[in-house]
């Protein structure tokens, strides 16, 4: 074996070891000995050879390969790199993660979340882990006129639906944001279906369609349909006006969501490959079975803003005046500016909208896509709650947030940016036994949540599960009164940005309303009143495209 040492004028040391021609010639000599020995000396050793045969072909099948240069340099030892990434998270996750560091979820977020399901105890003690200094630090203001919480209404709810609903909803503020049966197993979805009907909370299909699953409990439904059109696709792959109407008239489905997009992939269309269509999926999602199924990056139902609210509309009218919103993770301002113009011009307006941050999660992504397109739910809530202030609409549509909501104090923080209720994905998934093994997009999950493998959903008991659903929501809503009586607020629509602070050095920190000043109402609906910030958006933004007026944008100095 040859091994050569090359020093580089710097301390790096690099060790070069050619080991392949010497695996490859060890290994045929190993099989020649063994076979000569069983020949000449005893037949056991045949028995020897028989057993260092795998790891012999093994070696040759490696050194032999072309795919992987580690395995053909070091055939056999090259394995080992392979062992060590498959247990780099669990050990990381298990023996050197810290409480505050775990991605995308903290232990402290993950312990909170089983603790409420499993109604553990959930206090901490000797005091906060985080560093209260650290830029980034946010916190609320309490009040010395504090509150009883017991004297506040325990569960709240929020209702939504604007002039043109004729069957409102009324909303928990705490809900399961959409997540397709699909890339959830049939257990996942049964046990936050089951959780949600004995919380009263609301549970998202996501853009798969409506299965039997979701209906197994009877949980109140928000039926999502995404560029796919699921369960009210027409055979060309375009919405059918007829089957949106058989599948909105469900007495379980309670509002109907239009997803734009979502933070983990926004502007990103999907394929699901043929072999994932089984008889099962394609007859929820009126596809055939067997077939490559195209979900594109835009909706064919329409094309301009002002196409889209006339589709509120088309949705509303179809499913006999249900509440009718859109998701959206916002990229451009000054297309969400063009679709206020488009609600204002023709008096249609969404009953809700969702808004999803950057830092949502999905099932599978692109990791450009997850880690640098779309804009992260603070700004992106402000923002919204802004435009739809200043353009006097707010009143009418409800806003919802969606972006790592885990705690009483993430709803808290969410309502005073603007929300009026949140969605939550990831968390509810953890509640129901989701460990963040990272597998989503592998099938291997290995608690049977994000798979499609009947062997692993076996693990997770509905029976068991939905109660533990049920629990972290009631705990999460508990935790977020006590929050408001303790800022001496008995209601969540007092809950403002001036509640809120963040540090942004470690001597400095601003009230929210400073970082996400407030807008006058009705201030973008003249000219003169439109403030500076938000003129050039004005001016761009049209009701009759996507696409900004560029040529258009004069804007006048002070
Ligand atoms: C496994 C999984 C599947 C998802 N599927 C959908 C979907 O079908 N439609 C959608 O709009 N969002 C989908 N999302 C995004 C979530 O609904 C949510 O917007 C996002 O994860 C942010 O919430 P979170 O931070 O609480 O997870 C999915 C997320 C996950 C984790």
Not at 35 to 54: E, M, R
Not at 79 to 105: C, H, M, N, V
Not at 433 to 447: D, F, K, R, V, W
Not at 518 to 531: A, F, H, N, V
Request: hydrophobic residues 40%.
């Amino acid at each position: 074996m040859s091994v050569s040492f090359r020093y580089t004028n710097s301390i790096l040391v690099e060790i070069y070891i050619d080991m392949r021609n010497e695996f490859i010639i060890l290994s045929i000599l190993a099989a020649v000995a063994l076979g000569l020995l069983g020949f000449f000396v005893s037949t056991t050793w045949w028995w020897v050879l028989l057993l260092a045969s795998p790891v012999i072909l093994l070696a040759l099948y490696d050194a032999f390969q072309t795919k992987h240069a580690i395995l053909r340099n070091f055939p056999i030892l090259g394995r080992s790199r392979y062992l060590a990434e498959w247990l780099r998270p669990k050990l990381y996750q298990y023996f050197i993660e810290s409480d505050t560091d775990g991605k995308p979820f903290s232990r402290i977020d993950r312990n909170i979340i089983y603790q409420r399901a499993k109604k553990e105890l959930d206090t901490t003690p000797f005091g906060t882990q985080l560093n209260i200094y650290d830029e980034g630090y946010e916190w609320m203001e309490h009040s010395i006129a504090a509150l009883d919480h017991h004297d506040i209404e325990p569960n709240p709810r929020v209702t939504v639906g604007g002039k043109d609903c004729l069957q409102p909803y009324k909303a928990s503020l705490f809900n399961v944001s959409a997540m397709s049966f699909g890339s959830l197993s049939k257990n996942a979805v049964m046990a936050l279906n089951g959780g949600a009907s004995i919380g009263k909370f609301a549970h998202n299909t996501g853009e798969g369609g409506i299965s039997k699953y979701h209906d197994k409990h009877n949980g109140d439904l928000i039926y999502q349909i995404g560029t796919g059109y699921f369960g009210c696709r027409a055979k060309d792959g375009n919405f059918s006006p007829e089957l949106f109407k058989q599948r909105t008239a469900k007495a379980n489905v309670k509002m109907i969501e239009i997803k734009l997009s979502q933070g983990a992939k926004p502007g990103h269309g999907g394929i699901l490959p043929a072999k994932k269509v089984t008889q099962e999926i394609a007859e929820i999602r009126n596809i055939e079975a067997g077939k490559d199924v195209l979900s594109p990056p835009y909706h064919k139902a329409f094309k301009t803003p002002m196409e889209l609210v006339h589709f509120i509309k088309q949705c509303r009218d179809l499913s006999g005046g249900k509440p009718i919103g859109f998701k959206l993770c916002i990229g451009q301002k000054v297309e969400f500016v063009a679709l206020c113009k488009a609600m204002v011009e023709t008096g249609i307006r969404p009953d809700f909208i969702a808004i999803d941050g950057a830092e949502g999660g999905t099932g599978a992504a692109p990791v450009e896509f997850s880690n640098s397109v779309g804009m992260p739910y603070r700004e992106a809530l402000s923002f919204a709650y802004n435009a739809l202030i200043g353009f006097g609409i707010k009143k009418e549509i409800k806003l919802i947030a969606a972006g790592k909501i885990v705690s009483g104090f993430d709803i808290f923080r969410a309502i005073s940016l603007g929300a009026d209720f949140t969605y939550s994905a990831r968390a509810m998934m953890m509640a129901v036994g989701c460990i963040q093994a990272l597998e989503c997009n592998s099938n291997t999950c290995p608690t049977g949540v994000a798979t499609q493998n009947e062997e692993l959903m076996k693990g997770l008991v509905v029976e068991d599960k939905k109660h533990r659903v049920a629990n972290y929501h009631k705990e999460t809503i508990k935790s977020f009164i006590e929050l408001m009586a303790a800022a001496g607020i008995d209601d969540p629509d007092q809950i403002n940005r001036r509640h809120m602070h963040r540090r942004i050095s470690s001597v400095n920190s601003r009230c929210y309303d400073k970082l996400y000043p407030y807008i006058t109402e009705g201030s973008l609906l003249q000219k003169e009143s439109i403030p500076r910030d938000w003129r050039e958006m004005m001016a761009m933004a049209t009701s009759a495209s996507f696409r900004p007026k560029f040529e258009q944008v004069y804007i006048e100095e002070d």
